[in-house]
């Protein structure tokens, strides 16, 4: 069965910084991925996907995210953090055995600092 | 283009009652599937509808219950509620049903049991 494992709940970064959020990937098959970001009191936005055209992804608000299958990974990065970014972030595998069921991993709080 | 919309935003109900959540998709999606969300247990899939058939299931009790009418809005369903239902309860709705099509969620509604 697909799983995702999101490495650290709480990441604090600088204004300026490079961002980056680690998702690892469990599938027996080629996966479709995915980065949604959370903001407070608000449901989910989707930053980008994969879907195996590009092992590199550009998304929204300057995010992107690179495919590694050797490493079964699925990080997303931003090279300058800004204050607006600070949110909760979730990376998504489609679960083969139920349609289109999404797998989230359980969320990284991203917070940036002034 | 309209987004998800759902309602009500909030509700509060008591253990015991039963409770109807409603969910609009973007205008031209067919496909409508609902998550809950808990500190606990994190984003978990219910279940999914396509063209008023329900394609998918989650792993949740039989309390849990749903449908989608013809013009793809769909509605969910609790009964007899238990205080472990408190959750964010959010919608997505996509263009059809296929693990290439994004999701797109709603702000979702937040239900607390008491």
């Known amino acids: 069965a697909q799983s995702v494992t999101q490495l650290g709940s709480h990441v604090s970064v600088s204004e300026g910084a490079l961002v980056l959020l680690r998702c690892n990937y469990s599938s027996s098959v080629p996966p479709y991925l995915f980065w949604y970001v959370q903001y407070p009191n608000q449901g989910l936005q989707l930053l980008l996907k994969?879907?195996?055209?590009?092992?590199l992804v550009k998304g929204i608000n300057g995010f992107e995210a690179e495919f590694k299958k050797s490493e079964t990974s699925f990080h997303l990065t931003k090279p300058s953090a800004h204050m607006s970014d600070a949110a909760e972030y979730f990376c998504a595998v489609i679960d083969n055995q139920a349609g289109t069921a999404l797998i989230f991993g359980k969320g990284t709080t991203l917070s940036v600092s002034s | 283009k309209a987004g998800v919309t759902q309602t009500p935003r909030y509700l509060i109900k008591t253990r015991g009652q039963q409770v109807t959540l409603s969910c609009s998709p973007i205008?031209?999606?067919?496909?409508v599937s609902w998550y809950q969300q808990t500190p606990g247990q994190g984003l978990q899939f219910l279940f999914e509808y396509f063209s008023e058939t329900q394609r998918n299931k989650g792993n949740f009790p039989g309390r849990f219950s749903g449908r989608q009418f013809s013009n793809s809005r769909s509605e969910m369903n609790v009964s007899t509620l238990e205080l472990g239902d408190s959750a964010l309860y959010l919608c997505?709705?996509?263009?059809?049903?296929?693990?290439?099509?994004?999701?797109?969620f709603g702000p979702g509604t937040r239900l607390t049991v008491t």
């Open positions: 994969y879907t195996s055209a590009a092992t």
């Open positions: 205008s031209g999606h067919r496909s």
């Open positions: 997505a709705s996509s263009l059809a049903q296929g693990q290439g099509y994004e999701q797109y």
